[in-house]
């Protein structure tokens, strides 16, 4: 295997890893990491991240993330995950905190804060800390 090939895909199975990095495709199993950057796609399964930043898809099963942000589509199933930046989720049996997507599909899912509520929670936020700041203003 040449040394292009060996950086275009990893794969991570059992233990901790601080942090992971592929310019391909990546697979972690049975682990988990602080942070993992994939320039591919990614998968987890029976694992976690805390940080999770994919340029293809990911896949998340029986497994979970604190915050995605996803090129591609997501799939998360028997899961859980924080926050959710992506084009189109696929979200069966699973739970996510907020969910930023073009388009989302769930099954026997809980999602505490979808688009619409996220961006009215950030216009709200907005007005209240202008008004504040011009309270304050001195």
């Given at each position: 295997m040449?040394?292009?090939?060996?950086?275009?895909?990893k794969e991570y199975v059992g233990g901790f890893v601080p942090f992971m990095q592929a310019e391909g495709n990546m697979t972690l199993r049975e682990g988990g990491a602080?942070?993992?950057?994939?320039?591919g796609d990614a998968t987890i399964k029976e694992g976690g991240v805390g940080l999770c930043v994919v340029g293809?898809?990911?896949s998340i099963t029986e497994g979970g993330a604190g915050n995605m942000i996803v090129g591609g589509n997501v799939e998360v199933s028997n899961g859980a995950v924080g926050q959710i930046?992506?084009?189109?989720?696929?979200?069966?049996?699973?739970?996510v905190g907020v969910l930023l997507a073009g388009n989302a599909k769930l099954e026997r899912s809980e999602i505490l804060i979808s688009t619409e509520q996220a961006i009215g929670f950030g216009v709200a936020a907005g007005v209240v800390f202008f008004l504040l700041s011009k309270l304050f203003r001195r």
């Open positions: 040449d040394e292009q090939a060996e950086h275009a895909e602080i942070a993992m950057v994939a320039g293809g898809d990911l930046a992506t084009l189109e989720a696929t979200v069966t049996d699973a739970r």
